[in-house]
T-cell receptor, first 112, second 115 residues
Framework: DQQVKQNSPSLSVQEGRISILNCDYT??????FLWYKKYPAEGPTFLIS?????DKNEDGRFTVFLNKSAKHLSLHIVPSQPGDSAVYFC???????????FGTGTRLQVFP | EPEVTQTPSHQVTQMGQEVILRCVPI?????FYWYRQILGQKVEFLVS????????KSEIFDDQFSVERPDGSNFTLKIRSTKLEDSAMYFC?????????????FGPGTRLTVL
């Protein structure tokens, strides 16, 4: 049951360039999405979210775009920094419940 | 900054043994969760807990699993008779209000290894 999918297991980007992480979902009932960042030996840390009433949400270097018709969202990091190297998870709350449904994650490596 | 803490960081146990994973949620939070991540797989929801009872559980959370809030600060996950397939990272999370719409704060995780 892959309601939230991240098809790229890894991404390598040069410092200063843009990182684009993608996420697709299948459940049209999802109306809120979150991105979490995870460093090794740590738990996921909330990064940014977006409601389905918006198509864009920006917080500093991080912007999330939502395309509801395509059931697709993306996280843009610009400029990328070496400290951004981590695993990024897309997640969505299951309709009318507490639980978060996570994607499989994308490992981002930002090199100098 | 307040944070969720978990102990131990790594637990090794023999198959069939009972384990208790411990969590201290953020002090003013009311909603508590357990998730797990098997190596190489995605983070999966196990259970949510509010007002001293389970509010939702997944199909993974069978009779071998139980949760408890024994005092005002700890939140525990017990696995009664561990199986090899229980080996995973277990994450505790808490939030101040209900719903995944609000940020769930995660602990650093406990790595459970069942031999």
């Amino acid at each position: 049951d892959q309601q939230v999918k991240q098809n790229s297991p890894s991404l390598s980007v040069q410092e200063g360039r843009i990182s684009i992480l993608n996420c697709d979902y299948t459940n049209s009932m999802f109306d809120y999405f979150l991105w979490y960042k995870k460093y090794p030996a740590e738990g996921p840390t909330f990064l940014i979210s977006i409601s389905s009433i918006k198509d864009k949400n920006e917080d500093g270097r991080f912007t999330v775009f939502l395309n509801k018709s395509a059931k697709h969202l993306s996280l843009h990091i610009v400029p990328s920094q070496p400290g951004d190297s981590a695993v990024y998870f897309c997640a969505a709350p299951s309709y009318n419940t507490d639980k978060l449904i996570f994607g499989t994650g994308t490992r981002l490596q930002v090199f100098p | 900054e307040p944070e969720v803490t978990q102990t131990p960081s790594h637990q090794v146990t023999q198959m069939g043994q009972e384990v208790i994973l411990r969590c201290v949620p953020i002090s003013n939070h009311l909603y508590f969760y357990w998730y797990r991540q098997i190596l190489g797989q995605k983070v999966e929801f196990l259970v949510s807990f509010y007002n001293n009872e389970i509010s939702e559980k997944s199909e993974i959370f069978d009779d071998q699993f139980s949760v408890e809030r024994p005092d005002g600060s700890n939140f525990t996950l017990k696995i009664r008779s561990t199986k090899l397939e229980d080996s995973a990272m277990y994450f505790c999370a808490s939030s101040g209000v209900a719903g995944g719409f609000n940020e769930q704060f995660f602990g650093p995780g406990t790595r459970l290894t069942v031999l």
